[in-house]
Each structure stands twice: as C-alpha cells, then as structure tokens.
C-alpha cells in the first residue's frame, strides 16, 4: 500500500549535461534534487515532487530556474536555521541574494514561454504555470512571505480551473481522482490542500469545491473503509475542504449583521469570524443540513480509518503518515463540534482528544528523530503543528496546553504556512492572558472560568514595532450581558 500512485520513479540526471548552468545553478539543482524533493512532501510521498517536476526541468527553462531558487534558498537555511525567522522581521538576508536571481530569471523564463503560447489553453504552458506557481509559493514560505505565497496559490488555481476536464460549469469544482499520472491531477491534491490551509491565514473560504472523482452530484460519499493511505488522506482533504467552505457560509452570514459601532478592517474580521457562534442555523436550513451531513461523514471517516490503521499496523512504513491523517480529522472534528457554542466551558470536554493530539504529536517527533539524517526546514503541507495550536488555544488543562507548546517548539520545521516556533510565541501569550484573568492558581480546565477565556484571537506581527506581536480578541461576556467584545494585546515577542 502506497501513499502516492503505484510507479516506478526514474533516476533524473542533473540538467548539467544539456544546459549551460554556473557552478552555483548546478549546486542549487542538486541540492533540490538530493534534499528538497523528499523534505518538501513531507510524510506523503509523491511522484509529482521525486520524479515530474525533475523530468519537466530538462525541457522547460522556467521550472529548472525555479526549482534552482529553491533549492538554493532551501540550502542557506537549511545551513542556517535562523534565516527563516530573522526574514519575518528583518527582511531577506544577504544569503538569499542568489536566490532571488533565480526566482526573477524563473519568471522571465515564464513570461517568454506564456507569451510564445499560440493556442489559447494550451495544456503544455498550463502545466508548466502550474507548476512555476507551486514553487513559487515554497519559495515565499521559506521566505516567511506568506502573503506572497498566496498570490501565487490564487494564480495557480486559477489555472487549474481553467482545466475543462477539473471543473464543473462555473463553480471551481474540484474531482480528485484516487490515483492518477496525469500531471495536472498531482497537481490538484496539492494545490486543493494550500487552499484549505490558506483559510488558517486571513482567506475566508477556499475557492475550490473539491469532490470524489465520479461524484454524479455535489454529496460527498464516503467508501465505507479504504485500501489505501493515499485513499484516506483525498478523503480527509476532501471533508477539510467542505468544512472550511461551510465555515466560510457561516462568515457570509454573519457578515449581513454588522456590529453597533463601526470596527477597523481587522476587529471587523475577527468579529465576523466570532459572530458565527450565534448565528441560529433554523433560519438557514441548507446550512444546518450542510452541518449535520459534515459531521456524518467525519464519523464515517474515522471508522472507517480505524479499521485501515487495525488492518495496517502502526508499524508500517506509513506510521507518520497516519498521525497525520488521525490529527487532520481532530482539527476538523473540534472545529466543527465547538462551532455552534459561545460558551468556551465546552471545550473541556474534549480534554481527552487534546490529551491523544500530545500522545501522536510525541510519537510523530519519535519517529521523525528515528529516521536520522539532517533537521528538515521545510514541509509544503502542515503536519501535526496546526493540532497543536488549536489544543494550545482550546485546551485550558495547563499540563496540556503547556506541552502542547512545547511540542510546536520542538516541531522540526516549518509545515506550509505554519510556523510553529512562531505560533508558540503567541500561544504563550494566550495562556498568560488567560491564566492571569483567571486570577487563582491554574491545576485544572475549571479553574478558568467563563469569564477569562478568548473564544476567538488573530495573532499578527506588530505592523510599527519591530519583534511585537499583536492579538485580537473576542468573548461573549456571559456573566453579564451576553454581547460579544474585542479588545487588542501587544506583546513583546523578541529580545533586543
């Protein structure tokens, strides 16, 4: 059983001995070659990285120079752990100079190859825009430029979408198919994952709709267990995509009903974001149905992943891969059961889902130190850091929380937009925030009460001082008139 289509993966040999490349070109694609290709893709092994993208290099400019840029920005940091996160507030470091000479040849080179397009919807140049689009969007991760990073993913899937055979009618309807060679549908898995997760960072929705290949309408129907872990995780990005996209209905509804008083752009998100909590769903009975289907099918799915870990073994090759799967259906899970409720008190009953997210978060780490070899950097799609957050941010058993943190510090690299170090930083400040509104000694989830807990935050970087962290914050006040307020935190988050 494999984790990514059954073929054999070809030994590509470095463009050295058909294209005239520097010395540093040659090092950068060999880099890319020998590391970036199995870090990138983390526990999921992938054709499209080991094998597609290499042979595409030999034949087209815009992908070898992009694929250099990685590489290149990949090794600097890679020799240099704390490049990444000095970017975050300093800039581009002096060592990625070479690197963005590539990334700026990697565009020319696709500007040309664009404009030498003679057939409007040529596939070929598709592909390789693609493809450019999904390097480019590593490229500004490692960076720390998700911003950038998501211009590109939004370039990329309009493309993908312009795809005839992916789409239905006008609305960015997405089939994944459950293995395929074809380039544009190892494409789609990838870009279908970074739009979901782009929602984790300020995207309302995600722009696609994605369903089983063979889906004769817009249900998604789950089989009732898999053969596959490449089977189970289209079907959880599948159920992540839906639940992101019901989130998104519920932001559209709340949006009608602004606040009394007019907040500036970002209190206004995070107060439509909160305001979801109250929306009565018997007004809105498609959604409401929309919920209940959501939840049926996330049921179906853990049991039906159940009975594939029993038959597997946890012992197997996909060992990773499965913690994975298990924490990407524990985010979607408490996300959706804590949807409907104002009330943070709820969340202490699923202290022992929080407590399993800690046991699989320690495990993956294991594992991931067994296997030796140099610290990974990078990781296009998130990992376990995303569980520990929401477990950091949910759970207010201070053990718990605490080694939740701990474990996003120790996380070994940075999984897509996912900084876990970085997220630590803020998450410390959440637990100090509300442990000191609790105003008692924190043992146990109760003694935070009602009344010192945020319901929803967003964490940003202080957009005047350098190294301050910004969060904004909101709670319905139960103990008094039941309203939702949101109020602001700075904090410092580096030493000078």
Same mark, same amino acid.
């Given at each position: 059983?494999?984790?990514?289509?059954?073929?054999?993966?070809?030994?590509?040999?470095?463009?050295?001995?058909?294209?005239?490349?520097?010395?540093?070109?040659?090092?950068?694609?060999?880099?890319?070659?020998?590391?970036?290709?199995?870090?990138?893709?983390?526990?999921?092994?992938?054709?499209?990285?080991?094998?597609?993208?290499?042979?595409?290099?030999?034949?087209?400019?815009?992908?070898?120079? %992009?694929?250099?840029?990685?590489?290149?920005?990949?090794?600097?940091?890679?020799?240099?752990?704390?490049?990444?996160?000095?970017?975050?507030?300093?800039?581009?470091?002096?060592?990625?100079?070479?690197?963005?000479?590539?990334?700026?040849? %990697?565009?020319?080179?696709?500007?040309?190859?664009?404009?030498?397009?003679?057939?409007?919807?040529?596939?070929?140049?598709?592909?390789?825009?693609?493809?450019?689009?999904?390097?480019?969007?590593?490229?500004?991760?490692?960076?720390?430029?998700?911003?950038? %990073?998501?211009?590109?993913?939004?370039?990329?899937?309009?493309?993908?979408?312009?795809?005839?055979?992916?789409?239905?009618?006008?609305?960015?309807?997405?089939?994944?198919?459950?293995?395929?060679?074809?380039?544009?549908?190892?494409?789609?898995?990838?870009?279908?994952?970074?739009?979901?997760?782009?929602?984790?960072?300020?995207?309302?929705?995600?722009?696609?709709?994605?369903?089983?290949?063979?889906?004769?309408?817009?249900?998604?129907?789950?089989?009732?267990?898999?053969?596959?872990?490449?089977?189970?995780?289209?079907?959880?990005?599948?159920?992540?995509?839906?639940?992101?996209?019901?989130?998104?209905?519920?932001?559209?509804?709340?949006?009608?009903?602004?606040?009394?008083?007019?907040?500036?752009?970002?209190?206004?998100?995070?107060?439509?974001?909160?305001?979801?909590?109250?929306?009565?769903?018997?007004?809105?009975?498609?959604?409401?149905?929309?919920?209940?289907?959501?939840?049926?099918?996330?049921?179906?799915?853990?049991? %039906?992943?159940?009975?594939?870990?029993?038959?597997?073994?946890?012992?197997?090759?996909?060992?990773?891969?499965?913690?994975?799967?298990?924490?990407?259906?524990?985010?979607?899970?408490?996300?959706?059961?804590?949807?409907?409720?104002?009330?943070?008190?709820?969340?202490?009953?699923?202290?022992?889902?929080?407590?399993?997210?800690?046991?699989?978060?320690?495990?993956?780490?294991?594992?991931?130190?067994?296997?030796?070899?140099?610290?990974?950097?990078?990781?296009?799609?998130?990992?376990?850091?995303?569980?520990?957050?929401?477990?950091?941010?949910?759970?207010?058993?201070?053990?718990?929380?605490?080694?939740?943190?701990?474990?996003?510090?120790?996380?070994?690299?940075?999984?897509?937009?996912?900084?876990?170090?970085?997220?630590?930083?803020?998450?410390?400040?959440?637990?100090?925030?509300?442990?000191?509104?609790?105003?008692?000694?924190?043992?146990?989830?109760?003694?935070?009460?009602?009344?010192?807990?945020?319901?929803?935050?967003?964490?940003?970087?202080?957009?005047?001082?350098?190294?301050?962290?910004?969060?904004?914050?909101?709670?319905?006040?139960?103990?008094?008139?039941?309203?939702?307020?949101?109020?602001?935190?700075?904090?410092?988050?580096?030493?000078?």
């Amino acid at each position: 059983m494999n984790g990514y289509p059954s073929q054999t993966l070809s030994v590509v040999i470095a463009p050295r001995m058909a294209l005239d490349l520097t010395a540093e070109e040659e090092h950068g694609f060999a880099f890319f070659r020998e590391n970036t290709v199995y870090e990138i893709q983390g526990a999921f092994r992938s054709s499209l990285w080991e094998q597609l993208i290499l042979q595409l290099s030999h034949q087209e400019p815009a992908i070898l120079h %992009a694929v250099i840029a990685v590489g290149v920005v990949h090794r600097d940091q890679s020799n240099t752990q704390v490049a990444r996160r000095s970017a975050f507030f300093h800039g581009l470091d002096k060592r990625q100079a070479e690197g963005l000479r590539q990334y700026v040849k %990697a565009i020319e080179f696709l500007r040309q190859r664009i404009d030498d397009v003679r057939e409007p919807g040529d596939e070929k140049a598709n592909d390789v825009a693609m493809i450019c689009c999904l390097l480019f969007v590593c490229l500004e991760l490692l960076w720390g430029k998700s911003i950038a %990073a998501m211009n590109h993913l939004g370039t990329g899937l309009k493309i993908l979408t312009s795809h005839g055979s992916q789409t239905l009618g006008q609305q960015n309807t997405l089939k994944l198919k459950p293995a395929s060679e074809r380039l544009v549908d190892q494409l789609s898995g990838s870009f279908a994952r970074l739009d979901f997760e782009s929602t984790m960072f300020g995207q309302r929705a995600p722009h696609l709709h994605v369903l089983p290949a063979g889906s004769v309408d817009r249900d998604i129907h789950l089989p009732p267990y898999f053969e596959s872990v490449f089977e189970a995780r289209r079907y959880m990005d599948i159920l992540s995509n839906g639940m992101l996209r019901f989130r998104g209905k519920l932001l559209e509804i709340a949006s009608q009903s602004p606040p009394a008083t007019p907040l500036e752009a970002l209190s206004r998100y995070l107060w439509d974001h909160a305001s979801t909590r109250s929306i009565d769903l018997t007004d809105h009975p498609f959604v409401f149905l929309e919920l209940g289907a959501l939840r049926d099918n996330l049921a179906t799915w853990s049991s %039906a992943f159940e009975d594939f870990k029993n038959r597997l073994g946890m012992q197997s090759d996909h060992a990773r891969s499965l913690i994975l799967l298990e924490l990407q259906h524990f985010y979607a899970y408490i996300l959706l059961s804590t949807c409907q409720t104002t009330k943070e008190i709820v969340c202490d009953t699923f202290n022992e889902s929080f407590y399993r997210v800690i046991q699989v978060s320690r495990q993956y780490l294991d594992l991931q130190s067994a296997r030796g070899g140099a610290v990974p950097v990078f990781a296009l799609d998130s990992g376990i850091i995303p569980a520990l957050y929401l477990t950091a941010y949910k759970c207010r058993c201070p053990r718990i929380r605490r080694e939740a943190i701990s474990l996003m510090v120790q996380a070994p690299c940075q999984e897509g937009m996912w900084d876990g170090k970085m997220i630590a930083k803020f998450m410390t400040k959440v637990v100090e925030l509300e442990e000191g509104r609790a105003g008692r000694f924190v043992l146990e989830s109760f003694d935070v009460e009602e009344a010192a807990r945020c319901s929803d935050i967003l964490v940003l970087f202080h957009s005047e001082k350098v190294g301050w962290g910004r969060l904004v914050c909101a709670r319905y006040r139960h103990e008094s008139d039941g309203e939702l307020v949101i109020w602001e935190e700075h904090f410092k988050m580096l030493a000078e």
